[in-house]
């Protein structure tokens, strides 16, 4: 049979790196096998689930090239038949009418704390002859009450619950709602899911939803529970390790390969092999091979990934990222074949892309700011004017500004001011660019174009005729 599996949020909020850490080990899996990646919006909780949030999952999945065979579906749609099947179950003497009030409910639950007793629900209207037609009431499950839930966890290993530890599962709420449980029942056995990976949190949530299957009389899906994600201090994953939207990671300039990869070898190894293509990750990846432990989320580690995957990119494959960070300073309409030998440029020089933006930058401002206090202090307040002088007149008479010419005309102006090639090229960085790091020289005035370096050569010289004794 041919897998299929579903990634299932919660609206809730933003995609969160677990989140898509889940999605990507369902998409790898089922990739692999031939099978079907469903995205199902999980939207039961009306009050706190926006449609910005849909948004925004949909939209973080599709940058990080997880889109969905099928879907998005939405529970919200089901509600009908998420209450046939309770009335079903209600039917044939699994579930029955509850009419205990939340007061004695939290009664039951103090006295049996007093008592040291795990707090449950002890089942009283299991039995219950008389229903109140004024009465409010819930739909409960009635779990058996021997034997154990036990399955076989493709990460985790052998799981058994004794029914005798778990208590009556609300279906439906007063308000006639269905509950988490019960829909996600309903939606694995209409999808076809037959295979869950998620979270370990969920681990207590399986054997409740296993005698559900059974009750209904529907095949059990089989199951992967992923450990959950760590910060470095080994406590819970949470804003301060790195715990934000998927798409925050878009605006800190890190590729999506790149996040994919780091994710990837979040509790799944293939030896030591470190860095993996999109391919390769499709190729290799099995859920059975997850390990139980925590994984531990290194920022360091992504960014040295994310470096990687920059320098071993296409300028081509990073022109989207590219724009993107741009298009976030105002920058718009430049040429693309202008921009591809920029990235080539600066590639190697940049673990993310806003870095990589930040050092190109001064190629497509009017003016140069403040010139960088180190840079300014140990190359450019050295420099003479007439060696800037001599190089600006020695430009400005080039036929063509190209790269080759440029460099010609650079080493041709060293020689004849007896100059080491440094004492002129780390003064110029300086006046083009206003920090003392840039790719080659000649590279760097070819890139800025003649108008742009001719006029930034003339400031560094009025600047130093004017600076202060």
């Not at 897998?3 to 998409?27: E, K, M, N, W, Y």
Request: glycine share 6%; net charge negative.
């Amino acid at each position: 049979m041919s897998v299929r599996t579903r990634f299932a949020p919660s609206p809730t909020g933003f995609l969160h790196i677990g989140g898509a850490r889940t999605a990507l080990f369902c998409q790898l899996h089922t990739r692999r096998l031939g099978g079907t990646f469903i995205l199902r919006i999980e939207d039961t909780d009306r009050e706190r689930s926006t449609q910005e949030a849909v948004d925004a999952i949909i939209q973080g999945l599709h940058w990080l090239g997880l889109d969905p065979d099928e879907g998005p579906y939405f529970q919200s749609d089901n509600t009908a038949l998420y209450l046939a099947a309770a009335e079903r179950l209600l039917a044939e003497g699994k579930a029955y009418r509850c009419y205990c009030s939340r007061e004695s409910i939290d009664a039951l639950r103090e006295s049996q704390r007093e008592q040291q007793i795990k707090p449950r629900y002890d089942g009283r209207c299991r039995t219950r002859t008389d229903f109140p037609a004024e009465q409010p009431f819930v739909i409960r499950f009635q779990t058996p009450s021997s034997g154990v839930a036990a399955w076989e966890d493709h990460i985790q290993g052998s799981i058994r619950f004794p029914n005798e530890e778990l208590d009556d599962l609300i279906l439906v709420r007063s308000d006639g709602s269905p509950t988490y449980n019960l829909a996600v029942v309903v939606d694995d056995h209409n999808m076809g899911i037959n295979l869950v990976i998620r979270g370990e949190d969920h681990i207590s949530n399986t054997p409740r939803q296993i005698h559900l299957f059974q009750a209904l009389g529907w095949p059990v899906p089989e199951y992967a529970h992923m450990p959950l994600l760590h910060g470095s201090d080994g406590s819970k994953l949470s804003k301060r390790h790195g715990a934000v939207s998927v798409l925050q990671y878009r605006e800190d300039g890190f590729l999506p390969d790149a996040l994919n990869n780091y994710l990837l070898r979040l509790g799944w190894s293939h030896g030591e092999q470190e860095l993996f293509t999109r391919q390769e990750m499709q190729e290799l990846f099995n859920i059975r091979e997850v390990g139980r432990s925590a994984a531990i989320f290194n920022l360091d580690k992504l960014l040295w990934i994310n470096g990687h995957h920059i320098r071993t990119a296409t300028a081509e494959q990073l022109l989207p990222d590219y724009r993107y960070q741009l298009d976030k300073r105002g920058i718009r309409g430049q040429d693309t074949a202008y921009l591809l030998q920029v990235i080539t440029e600066f590639q190697s020089r940049a673990k993310t892309m806003v870095e990589m933006v930040d050092k190109s930058l001064f190629l497509f401002v009017d003016t140069l700011g403040p010139y960088e206090e180190k840079a300014l202090k140990k190359h450019l307040l050295s420099a003479l004017p007439q060696s800037l002088m001599a190089l600006h007149q020695a430009l400005a008479g080039l036929e063509t500004w190209q790269a080759q010419e440029i460099d010609h005309c650079f080493r041709q102006v060293v020689a004849d001011l007896q100059m080491e090639m440094g004492q002129l090229a780390q003064p110029v960085r300086v006046a083009l660019t206003g920090t003392a790091s840039s790719p080659g020289i000649h590279e760097t005035l070819y890139l800025l174009g003649r108008s742009k370096s001719l006029q930034r050569l003339q400031d560094a010289i009025d600047f130093l005729q004017n600076k202060p004794k």
